[in-house]
C-alpha cells in the first residue's frame, strides 16, 4: 500500500520569506515523489518530481523539494515566496507504477 | 501544444439522473487516468487506460461508475444512476507512452454536484 500525508491544512507566509510544505509518505519500496498545484479554478500543475539519484531536487516557478530516505519526507520549498504562489498544493507518490496517491492538499497564502 | 481537456466544467443533477464526463487527452499519450476528489479530502485515483484498455480500475467505486475509451483517444466516465456521495470533483491525466516517472498531465476537472 502507498500513501501520503500533509500534515498541514494551511501555511501562511509573509511575501519575501521562506515557503515549506511538508508532505511524508508510506510505501513499502522506492517511491516516485511529485508535487502539484492547482490555481483557482485551473487543473493540477506539475511543479516537480523525484525518481533517483541526487535528493534535493529543481522545479518550475523556483520550487524545490528533499527527498529524505531515512525520515520519508518530500517537503517542498522555495527561498523566497511570492504573492502568486498562492494555491493549493498536493504531494503524490506512485509505487506500483501509474497510478498516484495523493496528499490532502496544503492550501498556502502568501500575503504582500 | 493543448493540454488535457475536460467537459462539463460544472454539472448539477438530482440523485437518480445520469451523468456523463469527457476527457480529451493530450494527444499522443496513451495513459489516460481519472481521479476524484470528495468534499476537500485527498485526491483518489479512480482507474487507468492504456490505449483503449483499462488497466488497472481498482479504484472504481462501484458499478453505477462506467468508464470507456473507444479507439483510445477521448474517454467518457458515466454514473448511472447518481448519488449524494458522488459529489466532488473528478479530475482526468494523461501521461505519455513509456515509463511509470512520467508525470501526468492534469485537466481542470468537472464539478459534479449531486443534489
Known amino acids: ?112 | 501544444e493543448a493540454g488535457v481537456t475536460q467537459f462539463p466544467s460544472h454539472s448539477v443533477i438530482e440523485k437518480g439522473q445520469t451523468v456523463t464526463l469527457r476527457c480529451d487527452p493530450i494527444s499522443g499519450h496513451d495513459n489516460l487516468y481519472w481521479y476524484r476528489r470528495v468534499m476537500g479530502k485527498e485526491i483518489k485515483f479512480l482507474l487507468h487506460f492504456v490505449k483503449e484498455s483499462k488497466q488497472d480500475e481498482s479504484g472504481m467505486p462501484n458499478n453505477r461508475f462506467l468508464a470507456e475509451r473507444t479507439g483510445g483517444t477521448y474517454s467518457t466516465l458515466k454514473v448511472q444512476p447518481a448519488e449524494l456521495e458522488d459529489s466532488g470533483v473528478y479530475f482526468c491525466a494523461s501521461s505519455q507512452p513509456s515509463g511509470s516517472s512520467n508525470e501526468q498531465f492534469f485537466g481542470p476537472g468537472t464539478r459534479l454536484t449531486v443534489l
Not at chain 1, 511575501?15 to 510505501?27: A, D, Q
Not at chain 1, 524545490?64 to 518530500?74: D, G, L, M, V
Open chain 1, 1 to 112: 500500500a502507498q500513501s501520503v500525508a500533509q500534515p498541514e491544512d494551511q501555511v501562511n507566509v509573509a511575501e519575501g520569506n521562506p515557503l515549506t510544505v511538508k508532505c511524508t509518505y508510506s510505501v513499502s519500496g522506492n517511491p516516485y515523489l511529485f508535487w502539484y498545484v492547482q490555481y483557482p479554478n485551473r487543473g493540477l500543475q506539475f511543479l516537480l518530481k523525484y525518481i533517483t539519484g541526487d535528493n534535493l531536487v529543481k522545479g518550475s516557478y523556483g520550487f524545490e523539494a528533499e527527498f529524505n530516505k531515512s525520515q520519508t519526507s518530500f517537503h517542498l520549498k522555495k527561498p523566497s515566496a511570492l504573492v502568486s504562489d498562492s494555491a493549493l498544493y498536493f504531494c503524490a507518490v506512485t509505487l506500483q507504477g501509474y497510478k498516484l496517491s495523493f496528499g490532502a492538499g496544503t492550501t498556502v497564502t502568501v500575503r504582500a
